[in-house]
């Protein structure tokens, strides 16, 4: 048995049942082979794609992940695109020394909590700068 994700509507003349676009069906396989090789008369796009329950999460997520994107730059007032630079930022762990100076004052703050760095939240960038630069001086001389 395999099961199918259906592309387009469509009746089948076998059974008389009405696939709808969208919709997954379990077929043996021997009919699944068929329904796969079959093709539109207009645009010979497949009627149907095989399915698997991991597209359907990945799926999910995509749909999940992007509408949160776009929540949150309604809310924050941002475009899309510095939504998803930012979240890059987050996500990236650098594997050589970092220049400190193309940072945000967030990220700064970010690092310097990570590092335990005493009163950070009330530095001012160029304080957060000299300070994360010695921890990173101290750190490759260890």
């Given at each position: 048995?395999?099961?199918?994700?259906?592309?387009?509507?469509?009746?089948?003349?076998?059974?008389?049942?009405?696939?709808?676009?969208?919709?997954?069906?379990?077929?043996?396989?021997?009919?699944?082979?068929?329904?796969?090789?079959?093709?539109?008369?207009?645009?010979s796009e497949p009627y149907f794609v095989e399915y698997t329950v991991e597209q359907?999460?990945?799926?999910?997520?995509?749909?999940?992940?992007?509408?949160?994107?776009?929540?949150?730059?309604?809310?924050?007032?941002?475009?899309i695109e510095e939504i998803i630079n930012e979240i890059i930022d987050e996500t990236?762990?650098?594997?050589?020394?970092?220049?400190?100076?193309?940072?945000?004052?967030?990220?700064?703050?970010?690092?310097?909590?990570?590092?335990?760095?005493?009163?950070?939240?009330?530095?001012?960038?160029?304080?957060?700068?000299?300070?994360?630069?010695?921890?990173?001086?101290?750190?490759?001389?260890?």
């Open positions: 048995m395999k099961l199918l994700r259906c592309l387009v509507n469509v009746p089948d003349k076998n059974t008389r049942k009405e696939y709808k676009a969208g919709e997954i069906y379990e077929f043996a396989d021997d009919r699944a082979e068929e329904l796969l090789l079959a093709r539109t008369k207009v645009t359907e999460i990945t799926e999910e997520v995509v749909q999940s992940v992007v509408k949160g994107i776009v929540e949150q730059s309604k809310e924050e007032n941002k475009t990236e762990v650098p594997d050589e020394k970092v220049d400190l100076s193309k940072l945000k004052v967030n990220k700064l703050k970010e690092l310097a909590k990570e590092n335990q760095v005493d009163n950070y939240d009330s530095m001012k960038k160029e304080e957060l700068i000299e300070v994360l630069t010695n921890l990173q001086i101290s750190n490759e001389n260890e």
